[in-house]
């Protein structure tokens, strides 16, 4: 089947000639349009569903852009997405950059064709080349779990700082003195609200926070094992640990086993995002959800809000809720 380059090369034009020829854009001369029309007629060229839109002057994708399919929080927030968009007769598009900046930087640059009616984003990029690529995209823009600096656009997220004060503020209610944090990126705002929370939590108990007990830049199993690896080898290690996401949780898990330490017996493990895996596990693993089906819903609804001529819809804020198993135990529980 004959592509949009196919057609290009036979008329002699650029494939972004093609398109605007086949819109019938004012742009493109009548000598042009007539002659890359008669090559798509010569190479029975069909345009995509896509392309038959964007003629037309519209688009029917929404775009959702993750780090991380794998993870099951950005599953959850893209199948949201794509329910809600369905209810509206549109299609849901998945991009994900596996944790990598430069590709997010170069998925992000390659939507900007106008493919896309509207774009919700979770992101890792954070410099000024990216944050200028993500703010130049076409269409509307939405922010989803975290807002990079210099970014303006609706946000969806939860209450990360109080959920994490509530959550980790039982670890002190059982006893516990000498509490960790695995913590994600610095640069990340969700890992500075956590962080934040944490830090509270400390506060509330009256008890001073070593430094050497939060750890940071950790977002997958990998960074979440050598971070437990390090703190359990502390002169004082912790007797219990605040993990940053899910993927973190499961690392530091695989470090304790492998240290021949038991949960919650040597050590008290809390985790933020939910995951089904977490209640099948011994124990069952205690853990703060976020509401990320709901999340990605609500994503779609401001994208298709503004589509509809709504200017600057506020963030939108769901809560979370703590799941309580039993990962969670007083200091030298037997």
Do not use: W
Request: aromatic fraction near 6%; hydrophobic fraction near 45%; include cysteine.
């Amino acid at each position: 089947m004959a592509g949009i380059r196919d057609v290009a090369k036979l008329a002699g034009v650029s494939t972004a000639t093609v398109t605007r020829a086949l819109r019938d854009e004012a742009s493109v001369t009548p000598e042009t349009k007539a002659k890359v029309r008669a090559a798509a007629a010569r190479l029975d060229y069909v345009p995509s569903a896509a392309a038959r839109a964007l003629s037309q002057g519209r688009s029917s994708l929404l775009g959702l852009f993750v780090p991380d399919i794998v993870n099951p929080f950005y599953a959850e927030v893209a199948q949201g997405m794509a329910d809600r968009a369905a209810e509206a007769n549109y299609h849901c598009v998945i991009a994900s950059s596996h944790l990598n900046p430069e590709r997010e930087r170069q998925l992000v640059t390659s939507l900007h064709d106008g493919t896309l009616a509207g774009l919700a984003a979770t992101t890792v990029g954070t410099d000024e080349s990216f944050t200028s690529a993500l703010t130049g995209q076409r269409g509307p823009l939405v922010l989803v779990d975290r807002r990079p600096r210099g970014i303006r656009a609706p946000l969806v997220r939860t209450d990360n700082r109080k959920v994490t004060r509530e959550a980790v503020g039982q670890f002190f209610a059982m006893g516990h003195t000498k509490v960790a944090m695995i913590s994600g990126p610095r640069d990340f705002d969700t890992a500075c609200q956590r962080l934040s929370g944490f830090r509270l939590a400390y506060k509330d108990a009256g008890l001073p926070l070593r430094d050497e007990y939060i750890r940071h830049g950790h977002l997958g199993e990998a960074g979440g094992l050598a971070a437990m690896r390090e703190l359990l080898a502390l002169p004082s290690p912790p007797t219990a640990v605040f993990c940053f996401n899910n993927l973190v949780t499961v690392g530091a898990l695989m470090a304790i086993r492998t240290a021949g330490l038991k949960v919650p017996g040597d050590i008290s493990i809390l985790a933020f995002d939910d995951m089904s895996l977490f209640p099948l596990v011994d124990p069952p693993i205690t853990a703060i959800a976020q509401p990320a089906y709901q999340m990605g819903r609500a994503a779609a609804d401001l994208l298709l809000r503004q589509l509809g001529g709504e200017k600057s819809p506020a963030d939108v804020v769901l809560p979370a809720t703590l799941i309580e198993r039993e990962s969670l135990a007083p200091p030298g529980f037997n």
